[in-house]
T-cell receptor
């Protein structure tokens, strides 16, 4: 079945360091891909998305490119801040905008130290 | 933007009692609601999917008689944990989707503790 695999956490970085969180997926067809962020004790917020191959999603300095050839959607940020400390989830859906369920990766905890 | 209000944010209940969690879409019509359960430092486990006016579709291994889901209107879905036990203690999150919303909007979650 369809699945999402993220790199293991926790990831600990110093402020202003470069961030990469790897995400690969297994799915037939052309899924839509997402990155969500969860701050402690809260629900999930959409960080960015891409709905077709070669699309680049970006928001708040974060970027991810939908690479169909490598089935990947790696999250990157050039300079992280302490406020970026959170858990990041990669996800996919096969039926975007029609009530299709999201399939999540296991989450990667990011801790940014001053 | 789209907002989903989830209440309560925290609830403590005694073992054997039932607890109801509400999710409301405030500025859009949620044709589909998803209910997730999240264990500490774990990913989200989809429990069920509900479409307005229809019975919920439960994921394999989720007890439908224990986790009652109602989606009677386009703006409200409820999850009732019946006869709660300590092992039901968890973080529950709802998510709403509609064609007009172009995506998924998550509630802020409910921390359930059964004592």
């Amino acid at each position: 079945g369809d699945s999402v695999t993220q790199m293991e956490g926790p990831v600990t970085l110093s402020e202003e360091a470069f961030l990469t969180i790897n995400c690969t997926y297994t799915a037939t067809g052309y899924p839509s891909l997402f990155w969500y962020v969860q701050y402690p004790g809260e629900g999930l917020q959409l960080l960015l998305k891409a709905t077709k191959a070669d699309d680049k999603g970006s928001n708040k300095g974060f970027e991810a490119t939908y690479r169909k050839e490598t089935t990947s959607f790696h999250l990157e940020k050039g300079s992280v801040q302490v406020s970026d400390s959170a858990v990041y989830f990669c996800a996919l859906t096969k039926i975007y905008n029609q009530g299709g369920k999201l399939i999540f990766g296991q989450g990667t905890e990011l801790s940014v130290k001053p | 933007g789209a907002v989903v209000s989830q209440h309560p944010s925290r609830v403590i209940c005694k073992s054997g009692t039932s607890v109801k969690i509400e999710c409301r879409s405030l500025d859009f019509q949620a044709t589909t609601m998803f209910w997730y359960r999240q264990f500490p430092k774990k990913s989200l486990m989809l429990m069920a999917t509900s479409n307005e006016g229809s019975k919920a579709t439960y994921e394999q291994g989720v007890e439908k008689d224990k986790f009652l889901i109602n989606h009677a209107s386009l703006t409200l879905s409820t999850l009732t944990v019946t006869s709660a036990h300590p092992e039901d203690s968890s973080f529950y999150i709802c998510s709403a989707s509609s064609a007009d919303n172009y995506g998924y909007t998550f509630g802020s979650g409910t921390r359930l503790t059964v004592v």
